[in-house]
């Protein structure tokens, strides 16, 4: 594959070089994009400093005009057509059991630099040549080689954990991971062309087997086909999932394998092109290698507390279980810092040696230590619980080494919203509730903060997913409470929380029936007394994708033994599947009540509701859940849910499925300048969410002369990884 010019036509190698103009200049406008962004920021954030009004809101022409391109562009870029979905029947659940992601087409921001993607490699490789000449068939296979070539630097640059990318775009490898996968399948088309009009060239002689028996160069070539195709096809989301580590590994050693074949194949004028790659592979393990031996060695981390390390390793971790086959992850006096919404890689080779998972950060730097919660699946997670209830009750002593690889994942700081909209559903918390803390927390210590309003909206299936995260829900409310009070010029930050839970608390629990009620350790995390079945973790209950994040009923139907029912199911579900229409508005008896699934309740219990929002919308939401004899984790009846969980009144708890896009417009038409909505939970909600942004843009003609302001979405890397 040499870079020959043909006639007039530039240099196939020049022909790589102007991939390179258009990539670059795609980067260029990021870094610039970011660049705004971090002005943005800065000038936010400097008017609240000096109190002014609606920081958030821009102004000026110029400022204006970025509004509305953004706007425009947004709303565009998150819209996302609807596929396939489980009502179309059978096939389409059987379906969606295998591709999960087929309810909807990625978001058109997605397919659009896809598109341009494919069409700008495809522009390259036929620039100057007629196709219907069969002279100039190889001529089109040397040229399609040299763009195949050209695309892997790109690859390999969106591949790293420590991305030059996404640093200097304010982004993050879990964001730029789809590019290294789309750019991956480009390079396919493009070496299918290199490889396909040699052989229809070669094919004219009937020449291909002798070619191929003959060339040394043609077969590595062929080889080099063969790996690249294996590495795409493997990479599809569900043969990904299947089994992630040996992903991983054979991934890792098939990309190895795919550059020095390739090394070997082409010319060495265009060896450049596999030395970057190599080059950048090994910046992006060294630099992780480097903060890995940081993170890992008290030696490093002597300053502060000398008598909180005397081990050779710095990170030890106490595992406490939680209710719902949750594992509590704290490690005390943390080497490193981070911000909240980032994640990190956890190693525990004592418990489950060589792997790695990536899990939610759930406390903050403040807190002095750092935790994770996480959700027991059927490889390590599973493990990492079983150890956790071997080690009842919880002896402080009883620490295992880890080791940490991270923070990652980066994200505009919400700080700078005038409103900001959590949604979380199951573990989806660990990433929304960082984040509500550190606003109040910040508005708590007088730092400057833009935000006015915070609105949480949590799912979850039953009582026990609350107690993993209501002690940081409580102290988040209980924050805003006490610096509303001091601060007497009214400028405190307005603060609505509500938990959906969408199964019944008492059949949710049941599972711990023999469990006698959470209590407070030492360590002041809760833990249960007594011992989990170990049959509850991973097994049977696996869901497909396997996160917990997964575990919420987000389904609009409710499948049950290829049945397709709605509302309250069968009544043998236990799951609660409609959606609570507005918990704000329900004032009378006239209104619809969220729906109970509980039908066989023998004692009513309440789950009330206290909006704290408009005062003259408060209602209390009654529903009647069923009460299981025995189940000792339920509350009396003379306290309240909110008293059970030791959360606040303020925290509102209903029943049923939140509407998502009423909630996410009632606080639009609140805000005086550009909200942020984040979302963390199951695909259906992330669906919904997503949807439900784009659709008040347009209903609301976002910076169009509405007065309506701009609304930035989030996905935590969590769910990028999966959606
Ligand atoms: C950025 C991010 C943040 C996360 N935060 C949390 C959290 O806060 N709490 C929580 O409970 N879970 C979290 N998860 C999910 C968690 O990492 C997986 O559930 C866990 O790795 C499964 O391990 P396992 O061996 O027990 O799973 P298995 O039962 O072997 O597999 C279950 C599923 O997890 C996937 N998986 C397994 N190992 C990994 C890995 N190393 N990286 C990515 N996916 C993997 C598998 O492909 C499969 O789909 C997060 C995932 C990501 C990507």
Not at 429 to 440: E, K, M, Q
């Amino acid at each position: 594959m040499v870079g020959h010019s043909h006639g007039d036509l530039p240099a196939d190698s020049y022909m790589a070089k102007v991939y390179w103009m258009f990539a670059g200049a795609f980067m260029a406008a990021a870094v610039l994009t970011h660049g705004k962004d971090l002005l943005e920021y800065r000038l936010r954030m400097r008017k609240a400093a000096r109190s002014e009004l609606d920081p958030a809101r821009p102004e000026g022409m110029i400022l204006c005009a970025l509004a509305t391109m953004t706007a425009i562009v947004r709303e565009a870029g998150y819209y996302a057509f609807p596929l396939l979905s489980r009502n179309e029947g059978k096939w389409a659940q059987k379906v969606l059991r295998i591709f999960p992601r087929w309810t909807h087409l990625p978001p058109m921001g997605h397919l659009f630099l896809m598109a341009a993607n494919l069409s700008l490699v495809l522009s390259l490789v036929f620039y100057g040549f007629d196709v219907k000449s069969q002279w100039q068939w190889e001529a089109v296979a040397v040229r399609a080689g040299w763009i195949t070539l050209a695309q892997l630097p790109l690859v390999f640059l969106m591949s790293g954990k420590s991305n030059i990318v996404g640093f200097l775009t304010g982004s993050s490898y879990e964001r730029l991971n789809w590019i290294h996968r789309t750019a991956a399948r480009t390079m396919l088309v493009t070496a299918a062309f290199h490889m396909g009009y040699f052989f229809r060239s070669w094919a004219r002689y009937d020449y291909v087997a002798g070619k191929l028996a003959a060339d040394i160069h043609t077969r590595r070539g062929l080889g080099a086909f063969c790996v690249l195709l294996w590495l795409v096809v493997t990479s599809v989301s569900p043969v990904r999932g299947w089994r992630y580590e040996v992903f991983f590994i054979q991934h890792m050693i098939s990309g190895i394998g795919f550059l020095v074949i390739v090394w070997m194949h082409v010319p060495e004028e265009a060896q450049i092109y596999v030395w970057f790659p190599v080059g950048l592979w090994v910046f992006d393990r060294a630099v992780r290698a480097l903060f890995l031996v940081y993170n890992s060695f008290s030696i490093f981390h002597r300053k502060g507390d000398q008598s909180a390390n005397p081990t050779l390793f710095a990170c030890r971790a106490l595992f406490h279980p939680l209710p719902d086959k949750a594992t509590r992850i704290t490690i005390r006096n943390p080497p490193f810092t981070w911000k909240p919404g980032q994640h990190a890689f956890v190693s525990c080779h004592s418990l489950v040696p060589f792997q790695s998972h990536p899990f939610t950060i759930t406390s903050l730097p403040t807190d002095g230590s750092l935790e994770f919660v996480v959700r027991a699946q059927s490889g390590g997670t599973g493990r990492f619980h079983l150890h956790a209830c071997d080690l009842l009750p919880p002896r402080t002593d009883e620490t295992q080494t880890v080791f940490i690889d991270g923070p990652y994942g980066r994200m505009r700081p919400l700080e700078q919203f005038d409103t900001v909209v959590l949604i979380a559903g199951s573990t989806g918390a660990s990433f929304a509730l960082p984040l509500l803390r550190d606003l109040v927390c910040r508005k708590a210590s007088s730092e400057p903060i833009v935000t006015r309003r915070i609105r949480l909206v949590w799912v979850v299936k039953g009582r026990g997913q609350i107690q993993w995260f209501s002690k940081a829900l409580a102290d988040g409310m209980r924050i805003v409470e006490s610096s509303n009070s001091e601060d007497t010029a009214g400028n405190g930050i307005s603060i609505d929380a509500s938990i959906f839970v969408t199964c019944d608390p008492e059949l949710t629990t049941a599972s711990y029936e023999t469990v006698p009620t959470p209590q407070k350790s030492s360590e002041g995390a809760e833990v249960i007394k007594g011992r989990l079945p170990r049959t509850s973790v991973g097994g049977d209950e696996k869901d497909v994708l396997g996160v917990a994040i997964e575990d919420v009923d987000s389904k609009p139907e409710v499948q049950k033994e290829d049945k397709v029912v709605t509302g309250c199911g069968d009544g043998t579900s236990g799951c609660c599947c409609n959606q609570t229409v507005d918990e704000d508005a329900i004032t009378d008896e006239s209104t619809p009540k969220p729906c109970c699934c509980c039908a066989t309740a023998s004692d009513s219990s309440t789950i009330s509701s206290t909006s704290s929002d408009e005062k003259s919308t408060n209602a209390k939401i009654q529903s009647v859940s069923e009460k299981t004899p025995n189940v000792k984790s339920k509350p009396p009846s003379s306290i309240s849910t909110q008293e059970s969980l030791n959360l606040p009144q303020k925290v509102n708890i209903v029943t049923g499925r939140p509407q998502i896009k009423r909630i996410i417009d009632k606080e639009l038409q609140k805000a005086f300048g550009e909200s942020a909505v984040a979302v963390c939970g199951p695909r259906g909600m992330v669906q919904a969410t997503r949807s439900a942004v784009v659709e008040l843009c347009d209903e609301r003609a976002v910076h169009k002369g509405t007065g309506a302001q701009g609304v930035s979405y989030y996905l935590c890397p969590f769910m990028r990884m999966m959606c």
